[in-house]
């Protein structure tokens, strides 16, 4: 049995904890892969990474995630918890086979909101190495009618890698589509939502507001 990693442990409380601090919530639609795979996700925020990190701590999935070597620099330990450099596809390769979510930002790098970027190859090389399935996930981190941003995930189903790109256009304007069609006070629906996060202050001064108007006689 192996032992505890105490420094795995205080990173993955430091990373729970940021998303509940900083973050109104977490929420997916679709369908997550029951066993190895690649997600090809859009890559538009910082918090992208630890949103489907958190994903996978919820629903129970080995979790790998590709970043850059400056990232891995400043951020070494992250390695504790699944993450590789750009470059080591092959470790991927057998994580994902052997039943690992295998996380790779097609376009690369950071990219503003609109159409989809050209793709690198590496998540499709991944899945067809490893025999998994290819799956586009639309990621948006957005400010809507509340205090604190909102993380919103949708799964597509598993596609060739010639239409891959495609695909991930397809899931962003649907996810986008779903944002503006909704109230922004209000909850989406169709979306699961795996993370309470933190609630805005209307939301905390909603009773006693509720009973000083009772009191005020003001309506």
Known sequence: MSRPDPVAALVRASIRGSLRKHLGGVWVRGTWPPGGAVLAPNHGSWWDGYVLRELAWVVGADFRVTMTA??????????????????????????????????IFPEGTLQPPGRVAPLQPGAAWVARASGVPLVPVALRVVLRGRQFPEAY?????PVEEADLRGALAHELAALDADLSAVDPERPLGGYLRI???????????????????RLSGDR
Do not use: C, H, K, M
């Open 70 to 103: 400056r990232q891995l620099s400043r951020f070494p330990f992250l390695r504790r918890l699944g993450a590789l450099g750009a470059g080591e596809v092959r470790p991927a390769a057998r994580a994902a086979e052997a039943g690992a979510w295998v996380v």
């Open 195 to 213: 993370l309470r996060g933190r609630e805005s202050d209307q939301e905390r001064l909603d009773l006693p507001s509720r009973l000083l108007v």
């Open 153 to 157: 995930v949708r799964f597509g189903p």
